[in-house]
Nanobody, 127 residues
Framework: QVQVRESGGGLVQAGGSLRLSCVAS????????TGWFRQAPGREREFVAS????????YYADSVKGRFTISTDVTKNTMYLQMNNLKPEDTARYHC????????????????????WGQGTQVTVSS
């Protein structure tokens, strides 16, 4: 069973940067499509970014395009989300997900029923 665990969240001022990490079971990033989602209190779960097997194609939500970068390091079983120029509206709990049958684009339309889902890491951006 695939397992994922996020880290790297924190409190940052608007305009700042953070890098989130998602450590997964062996072979996850070579066999699965993976991605990041976020959810703020009182709001629906939102897709952020996804990446194909072995660091293939990437796909981003319009709200983060040009500011966030998703990547994987298969040798470290780790996925990253580099977040630059953070805005207060980026404040949310960020979750890592893995899906065997998804593509980066189809993953953007999913909100649940993933093969793996992490507990998340909190990102708070102050104005």
């Amino acid at each position: 069973q695939v397992q994922v665990r996020e880290s790297g969240g924190g409190l940052v001022q608007a305009g700042g940067s953070l890098r989130l990490s998602c450590v997964a079971s062996a072979h996850t990033f070579s066999d699965y499509c993976t991605g990041w989602f976020r959810q703020a209190p009182g709001r629906e779960r939102e897709f952020v970014a996804s990446i194909g097997m072995n660091g293939g194609n990437t796909y981003y939500a319009d709200s983060v395009k040009g500011r966030f970068t998703i990547s994987t390091d298969v040798t470290k079983n780790t996925m990253y989300l580099q977040m630059n120029n953070l805005k207060p509206e980026d404040t949310a709990r960020y979750h890592c997900a893995a899906d065997y049958y998804a593509t980066p684009q189809t993953m953007s339309n999913k909100r649940d029923l993933f093969d793996a889902w992490g507990q998340g890491t909190q990102v708070t951006v102050s104005s």
